[in-house]
């Protein structure tokens, strides 16, 4: 069983940052490919970022553009999203999630990801 392990949420100001990690329990983390999502109260989860296990590949939601990037370590089994320039409307409750791929360069889109953390909290005050 694949287990998802979410950290580093807080409360920061709006403009800080904050960097979340998502440790990964499967040994053979390299062949996952990696996704952040988000979800608000009241609101439909979003797809926030992703990274292929290749590295070649990332995906980042356009309001998160610039302001977010997502990083892994294949020794650490780790998958992170540093979060810069933080905005009241980025304060949500993040998840990260896997997909098992055999394809290096394959990111999948919202619905692809089998296995989830249990999500940290992110809140950004004006």
């Known amino acids: 069983q694949v287990q998802l392990v979410e950290s580093g949420g807080g409360s920061v100001q709006a403009g800080g940052s904050l960097k979340l990690s998502c440790s990964v329990s499967?040994?053979?983390?390299?062949?996952?490919?990696m996704g952040w999502f988000r979800q608000a109260p009241g609101k439909e989860r979003e797809y926030v970022a992703a990274m292929s296990w290749s590295r070649r590949k990332t995906y980042y939601l356009d309001s998160v553009r610039d302001r977010f990037t997502v990083s892994r370590d294949a020794v650490e089994n780790t998958v992170y999203l540093q979060m810069n320039n933080l905005k009241p409307e980025d304060t949500a409750v993040y998840y990260c999630a896997a997909d098992r791929t055999l394809e290096s360069d394959y990111i999948g889109g919202p619905s692809d990801f089998p296995f989830w953390g249990q999500g940290t909290q992110v809140t950004v005050s004006s």
């Open positions: 499967e040994r053979t983390f390299m062949t996952f490919a």
